[in-house]
């Protein structure tokens, strides 16, 4: 059974063993222990009935994983991102609720368990659709909530009672719901239309699936034989300019064309120009013979063609290519679909092409034009190929019938809802995209070939031929009443359950508590790659079906990447673990490193071949802040703890600094997080814990804690000590959960607090608390011992040897040193100060404050002048000498004229370097007088 975290009254009694933590934090005997806490608390859960009692909601829906994912560092990324803001605002007393889930991810998840099925020797079509549907849902079954179970292991704090899936049923009721809405406002249509093509996967696929890479490819320059009876036409144009009308060695006249895709002219049913083109005016009408093929085929006119472009003329294959489809619906050209869905070439071919691969035929109609004389040459071209996003197959333009959703009346009200500031995008380059994408955007098309996903809920009458879109599954034609129904074989993409989220999640399209309560939210966490899939999408739905945006700031975080800036995949070998970094450093460091590198839109480096080296960050930090807690837990002791106002006449100088940087950590942290600036909120925190109380408050105040220690001083120091520590875990919590809930549990309090730290209140700056003065004194104080420690090092004084100190200052620098004599003594090993700069000089040391004040150290008995001057001499003779070669070597006109520059420029830079070097020996060699030598 886990161990429950402690309450306030158990640490209010706080026995000896809560006052000895092990020497290093060991996140394997801690971490699983304190989570079950939190889940055994029910800290993560959120309910409508908070918010009806007038608890402000703070709503974050993730971004749900693929069903078949396994954690990646993108995904710890993510989820830390959104855990800190769930966290924070828990603690800040709102209603915090983060909704976590999973997507069936249609294609992905059908090509795993096709995969699965081939390797046992068999396939979906021998199953058949059910037995495959149900085969899929035993294989979600088994590892749909992997990446989940994965997620508590980085500690996020998910309302696990509330997980989803795409295709639970509530989930689908909402697909089915949006899909006859927006057909029933006549925002979906069935069309055919040229779409991707994914030949792999077999299934259409939008747009922004399909996206182009830049591939170094080939552009082929193909001939057409004019006909003899337009060969005067042909003269014509030729005449007036016409580049691609020439003469073939037999004396015919062609026109030539251009294609990356040599294969797709087996489909051609025309040849365009621009109707204002002078040169082919000759032309248009007349026909050209299509090479292998037998056919002729028209030249018409349109005006999609660029006549300043290239030769002016474009071949037109009107199934194969989205424009050349538009050209053939204007001018009036056949449709000719000459590929199978597999990507092979039909029966629409010659005989000798047909059954080919597409990618084989192009080879093979290469060889045949060169054969028959009719290819023209070929050009080096580097262009865009689109590929599946799932697969990486080269997609095929397609000419298909699919159902749409016609975009441009949506997309106006999520343009003006950016417009008008009603959603905000962190960084905010971001919103220049997506207005973009608004205002450029295309109908979508949503039906795919798949089996696995929300079946279309369309059904079609065998006898009179009618269609009915429906909520509920029909017996009978609305139309006939014939029971003779077959319903859409084609699945909804996976995107359009997705764009639903954060609505369905709530229960929608019912009016229940939880939407009531909890729609809209807040925050949305996410990669820019899903900017349009799924951002956008969601923002309207959600003013479509809701009049609403479903969330009012986007932070679009970076990506993770190795060294070299590559993207981490497992492809390429260069991913790393999460939960190896967990299993090696623990949840927290992992979260630390991520979060501190995590600049506003910036990607995050790591190197995969150095796991260690790249998390030492996090490590390093939690066990400093390990350390510190250790210490000033065995400080503390087990007596009761004063408040800080109780104590507030006896507070020294270090006390009221202390309280005065906790003011600014929590001021600047606030700030920070508000701003989404994630990294800039870990700085503030690395420098109030690690800068500030680690390296400087506890070292002063150690003295103070001592039993034997004046008592008020020492009640002062146990209870900012304490403060410190309690508001400097508060404040971490969100960023190190695991660390912080450990030691804040162990920590002694002025008075009662709640049982764990994952519920303890926000820290609020406490104007009070604000010391300009105290902070000046200190700094100046913290100035001059870096100073007096790095003049003790330049001269080499020995460790534990007492020095005096000069201070030339004012009256309150006279008093910041009186009251701050043990801690000058401890940490700089100053025996001795004296005001004012000594008469006559002497041999010594100086160095200059920030705020000019001079500091003096007689070197006299601190170190053996003699020698110290006799090692300065031989070390500047070493120098000179280096100087006196360099010098030389840039005097020689034959180097400097014949050497590489970077060459010559080393050199100079060396001489340079030297000179310094030399300058600053002379001056620290005459600190130290004539000497006897």
Not at 141 to 166: H, N, V, Y
Not at 890 to 914: C, G, I, M, Q
Request: charged share 25%; aromatic share 8%.
């Amino acid at each position: 059974m886990a161990e429950p975290l402690q309450t306030g009254s158990q640490q209010a009694d706080r026995p000896e063993e809560a006052l000895t933590l092990p020497k290093t934090f060991d996140p394997a005997a801690v971490e699983s222990r304190i989570y079950q806490g939190w889940i055994d608390g029910g800290y993560f859960g959120a309910s409508p009935s908070q918010v009806a009692r007038g608890g402000n909601p703070y709503v974050i829906v993730i971004p749900p994983p693929n069903v078949t994912a396994v954690l990646h560092m993108g995904h710890g990324l993510n989820n830390t991102v959104q855990d800190v803001l769930v966290r924070w605002r828990r603690m800040q007393g709102r209603v915090a609720l983060w909704v976590p889930g999973t997507d069936h991810a249609g294609i992905a998840t059908q090509n795993v368990v096709e995969r699965q099925l081939a390797s046992e020797g068999t396939s979906k079509e021998a199953l058949g659709r059910d037995a495959f549907v149900e085969r899929v849902w035993a294989f979600v079954g088994e590892t749909g909530d992997q990446i989940l179970e994965q997620l508590k292991a980085i500690g996020c704090s998910c309302d696990w009672s509330r997980t989803r899936f795409t295709l639970d049923e509530g989930l689908s009721r909402a697909v089915r719901e949006v899909f006859v809405r927006l057909y029933e406002d006549g925002l979906i249509y069935r069309g055919e239309y040229i779409i991707n093509w994914c030949p792999r996967c077999r299934t259409a696929l939008s747009n922004e699936e399909a996206e182009g890479t830049e591939v170094d490819g080939s552009l082929w320059h193909i001939r057409y034989p004019i006909p003899a009876e337009y060969a005067d036409g042909a003269s014509a144009a030729a005449a007036a300019g016409a580049e691609s009308v020439s003469r073939l060695p037999d004396g015919r006249w062609a026109l030539t064309v251009s294609t990356t895709r040599p294969e797709t002219m087996l489909g051609d049913t025309g040849v365009a120009v621009h109707p204002g083109d002078a040169r082919y005016q000759s032309l248009v009408g007349a026909e050209a013979e299509l090479p292998l093929t037998g056919r002729r085929i028209p030249l018409v006119a349109d005006e999609y063609v660029d006549a300043e472009f290239g030769t002016g003329m474009v071949k037109v294959t009107p199934a194969h290519d989205p424009n050349d489809f538009e050209i053939a619906g204007r001018t009036g050209l056949a449709i000719l679909n000459v590929m199978t869905p597999e990507g092979a070439m039909n029966d629409e071919v010659p005989d000798v092409f047909r059954g080919m691969d597409r990618f084989d035929a192009r080879k093979a109609v290469i060889a045949a034009l060169e054969g028959q004389g009719l290819m023209a040459g070929r050009d080096d071209h580097r262009h865009s190929v689109p590929r599946c996003y799932r697969c990486e197959t080269v997609v095929e333009p397609r000419l298909s019938e699919q159902w749409f959703v016609r975009m441009k009346p949506m997309a106006d009200k999520a343009l003006a809802a950016s417009r008008d500031g009603t959603v905000s995008f962190t960084p905010g380059r971001w919103t220049k995209v997506y207005d973009g994408w608004m205002e450029n955007i295309r109908d979508w098309c949503i039906s795919r070939q798949l089996w696995w996903g929300h079946r279309i809920p369309v059904w079609y009458c065998g006898d009179c031929g009618e269609f009915m879109v429906l909520r509920e599954d029909p017996t009978t034609c609305g139309s006939c009443g014939s029971e003779d129904l077959t319903q859409d074989p084609d699945v909804l993409d996976t995107w359009f359950s997705s764009w639903l989220w954060p609505m369905s999640v709530f229960g929608w399209p019912e009016e229940t508590e939880d939407l009531a309560a909890f729609y809209p939210g807040h925050t949305l966490v996410t990669a820019p790659e899903i900017l349009f899939f799924w951002v956008a999408r969601m923002i309207m739905s959600g003013l479509q079906m809701r009049g609403e945006v479903p969330f009012t700031e986007v932070y679009l975080h970076g990506t993770v990447r190795d060294i070299q800036g590559r993207k981490m995949s497992k492809s390429l070998g260069n991913g790393i673990d999460p939960l190896e970094v967990v299993s090696l450093f623990g949840a927290d460091a992992l979260r630390f490193t991520l979060l501190s590198n995590v600049g506003v839109g910036a990607d995050i480096r790591l190197d995969h071949e150095d796991v260690e080296a790249s998390f030492a960050p996090g490590r390093n930090f939690v066990n400093k802040l390990w350390n510190a807690g250790r210490f000033a837990l065995r400080s503390l002791g087990t007596e009761p703890v004063a408040s800080l106002d109780a104590v507030a006449d006896d507070l020294a100088l270090e006390d009221r600094w202390m309280l005065s940087r906790l003011r600014f950590a929590e001021e600047k942290v606030d700030a920070e997080l508000e701003a989404l600036r994630i990294h800039g909120a870990a700085e503030a925190l690395r420098d109030v814990f690690w800068s500030e109380l680690a390296d400087w408050y506890l070292e002063f105040v150690k003295g103070r804690l001592r039993p034997e220690a004046d008592a008020p001083s020492r009640e002062a120091a146990r209870a900012v000590l304490a403060h410190a520590l309690d508001r400097v875990c508060r404040l971490l919590h969100p960023f190190v959960p695991f660390v912080t809930e450990e030691l804040w549990g162990k920590l002694p309090s002025a008075g009662d607090r709640p049982e764990a730290l994952i519920v303890a209140p926000w820290p609020l700056p406490d104007p009070t608390h604000e010391d300009s003065a105290a902070e000046r004194r200190f700094a100046w104080l913290q100035d001059l011992i870096v100073q007096v420690r790095s003049l003790r090092k330049e001269y080499g004084a020995k460790e534990g040897q007492r020095i005096k100190v000069h201070v030339a200052c004012d009256a309150e620098g006279e008093a910041t040193l009186a009251a701050g004599a043990e801690s000058l003594e401890r940490l700089a090993r100053v025996g001795t100060v004296e005001f004012g700069l000594p008469p006559g000089g002497g041999a010594g040391a100086t160095a200059v404050l920030t705020d000019g004040t001079q500091v003096f150290i007689p070197l006299e008995g601190l170190v053996d002048l003699d020698q110290e001057r006799e090692r300065l001499r031989r070390e500047i003779e070493r120098l000179e000498g280096q100087l006196a070669g360099t010098r030389a070597k840039l005097a020689n006109d034959a180097f400097v004229s014949r050497a590489p520059e970077e060459v010559v420029n080393k050199e100079r830079l060396k001489e340079a370097s030297l000179r310094e070097q030399i300058e600053k020996l002379e001056d620290k060699r005459r600190t130290l007088g004539a000497g006897t030598g």
